[in-house]
């Protein structure tokens, strides 16, 4: 079973790579400062040294949400969350939208620990907290990439935009690996987190500090995913959300990377899809209002809100699946 439970966790850190590299490269893509393919094999090496860098995300994925000791069924709980969080990983995906992975494994795990152990096994000071987290980040994303271009437009707002965007499109590289980088160190440990999770509940552990062979493991999965390519969603937020010159992906992606690396430091699980995505369209508001393509962020934002209830729920159905087949 503990076998199963590091199979897919590890398979959800895959998919979690390709699903989101377009976080770290859809910008330096549409503006050109990178081939594609050398910009999905930087951000697949950025985001394994990233992820081998913390571990403090993972920890607060592993013991925020619920006790992984005093849960009698933890690896059937873990089983469900991570086969619903990855199912939804898949349809989004599919789809072209740029959803939370974080979304989907917190609500999921929430989901299952509910219906697995029931609501006093939830904590729910630990998820209120992680869940503030997530709704925070991405207005304060947006809030950063908004005075950040504004900033700029003041700065290099008369001189001639091809020297700008020549100059600027050299940064991009800079900053795409920054964005790799940090996307590894808050993402690829929520993998890890599982993982522990699931040793601790096993008896395999008593406390939940990462072990070397899962950081590796996680690491390893993320920049393997990341060199596949999510090339529908890396469509969807270089192209359609605005048009994205080198100036504004610089402004996107050092805004949100600089969200994302304060809260790894503050050991906080957020979603660096929401991060960079509110971050893109903060520069895109402070570039001009009406550049922004207000209808598809809109649908973004339903895909945000939605994503919790649907895979906490998604993950209890899974659960008393799982309990009927093998109790």
Not at 1 to 21: P, Q
Not at 63 to 77: K, M
Not at 80 to 88: D, N, Q, S, V
Not at 150 to 173: A, C, D, E
Request: proline share 2%; glycine share 10%; hydrophobic share 55%.
């Amino acid at each position: 079973m503990i076998g199963i439970v590091i199979f897919l966790a590890l398979a959800f850190d895959f998919i979690n790579g390709f699903h989101d590299t377009a976080n770290a490269i859809a910008t330096s893509v549409s503006t050109r400062a990178l081939r594609p393919r050398v910009a999905i094999l930087m951000a697949a090496s950025m985001n394994f040294i990233g992820a081998l860098t913390f571990t403090g995300v993972a920890k607060t994925i592993g013991g925020s949400v619920a006790d992984p000791a005093t849960l009698s069924n933890g690896l059937e709980i873990v089983t469900a969350t991570l086969l619903a969080a990855i199912a939804w990983n898949l349809i989004t995906w599919w789809f072209g939208i740029p959803s939370s992975s974080s979304h989907a494994l917190i609500g999921a795990l929430a989901g299952a620990v509910f219906v697995g152990a029931g609501a006093d096994a939830l904590n729910m000071g630990g998820f209120k907290s992680i869940v503030l987290a997530l709704i925070l980040s991405p207005i304060i994303a947006f809030v950063v990439g908004y005075i950040v271009m504004t900033i700029l437009k003041w700065i290099f707002g008369r001189r001639s935009p091809h020297s700008v965007n020549k100059g600027f499109r050299t940064m991009q590289i800079i900053t795409a690996a920054f964005q790799s980088f940090t996307h590894g160190t808050n993402d690829a440990q929520k993998a890890m987190g599982i993982i522990t999770f699931a040793l601790v509940t096993a008896g395999f552990q008593s406390e939940m500090e990462v072990q070397l062979w899962v950081k590796i493991a996680a690491a390893t999965a993320m920049a393997l995913g990341t060199s596949i390519g999510g090339w529908k969603i890396i469509k969807t937020m270089g192209t359609k959300i605005f048009k994205i010159e080198p100036i504004n992906g610089f402004a996107a992606d050092a805004s949100a990377a600089s969200v994302i690396m304060t809260a790894t430091l503050t050991h906080l699980p957020i979603s660096t899809t929401h991060a960079i995505t509110s971050a893109i369209l903060g520069v895109g508001s402070a570039k001009r209002f009406s550049a922004v393509k207000w209808g598809v962020a809109g649908r973004i934002v339903v895909t945000w809100f939605i994503t919790i209830p649907i895979c906490a729920t998604l993950s209890g159905v899974i659960f008393y699946v799982l309990d009927w087949i093998f109790y």
